[in-house]
């Protein structure tokens, strides 16, 4: 048996090789469900980091800032993984979490460009895709509300009639040219079940359309969890969710003149 030792002073016995993981499950169901990482003597470490006898262990929840600081390292090694696997023979320096975000220097011999970024983010997302453990965390810290900028569907586009059909096809087609990741529900069901359904598989943005929208070329934005609606023109909603699509840390869209 290896013994560690909690914030109360408390020493909890655990069978050798035993994980951060694992002192959370022993200690209670909802812990290990709330919990994220783990600081083990003073050093951050996700949870399936084993510990050495005698360790000081303080388990930390989703809520906790320490343990953003481990996902926004964890995304900083994704950045790296997807520029190397794009762009081969890219040699990396340091990638650390910032206050704000995380970033990674490189070396290589053309400059990256703004236009690299779409292909950078769509590479580490299919890396977090893969990476079950890894998104695991990430669902964990955010309580099963991802971010727009992690979500597989960012927004769905519905209908509240079938006269606006046309109209949300245009604000589909549109919002997937902009580089967002959409979904159109024009089926003849009530508006209600469908901001239910779509409510369930915790989409971050509905955008409901009927005639009045169709006619004024506007939308209707309803978040998920939130009470409220915002309507606003096509061009402001493209904006607004671009920028909250972006990834932590990364670089501000380039306006064009």
């Not at 030792?5 to 694992?22: F, I, K, T, V």
């Not at 209670?28 to 360790?55: E, H």
């Not at 109209?167 to 919002?175: D, F, I, M, Y």
């Not at 997937?176 to 990741?181: C, E, N, T, V």
Request: aromatic share 4%; proline share 7%.
């Amino acid at each position: 048996m290896i013994h560690v030792h909690l914030p109360d002073g408390a020493a909890r016995p655990l069978a050798p090789s035993s994980s951060a993981a694992d002192l959370a499950s022993t200690i209670s169901p909802s812990l290990a469900r709330r919990t994220v990482a783990a600081l083990i003597d003073g050093t951050l470490c996700d949870l399936s980091a084993p510990l050495p006898d005698g360790a000081s262990v303080e388990l930390l929840s989703r809520d906790d800032p320490r343990a953003l600081e481990l996902v926004r390292h964890d995304l900083a090694h994704v950045l790296a993984e997807a520029v190397q696997a794009l762009w081969p023979g890219t040699k990396t320096a340091i990638g650390p979490a910032i206050e704000h975000g995380f970033y990674y220097d490189f070396e290589r011999d053309m400059p990256f460009t703004p236009e690299d970024l779409p292909a950078i983010e769509k590479k580490m997302r299919e890396i977090i895709a893969a990476k079950a453990p890894f998104t695991g965390i990430l669902i964990e810290h955010h309580a099963g509300h991802l971010p727009l900028w992690l979500a597989p569907v960012q927004v769905v586009v519905a209908t509240v009639t079938g006269a606006a059909d046309g109209w949300a096809v245009e604000v589909a087609q549109t919002l997937k040219a902009a580089g967002l990741r959409v979904e159109a529900d024009l089926r003849n069901e009530k508006i209600g079940y469908k901001v239910r359904e779509h409510a369930l598989t915790k989409t971050p943005v509905q955008i409901a359309l009927g005639g009045h929208e169709a006619e004024e070329r506007t939308v209707t934005i309803r978040r998920h969890g939130a009470p409220d609606t915002r309507t606003l023109s096509l061009e402001d909603a493209v904006q607004m969710l671009l920028t909250e699509a972006r990834a932590p840390g990364a670089a501000e869209p380039v306006q064009s003149e």
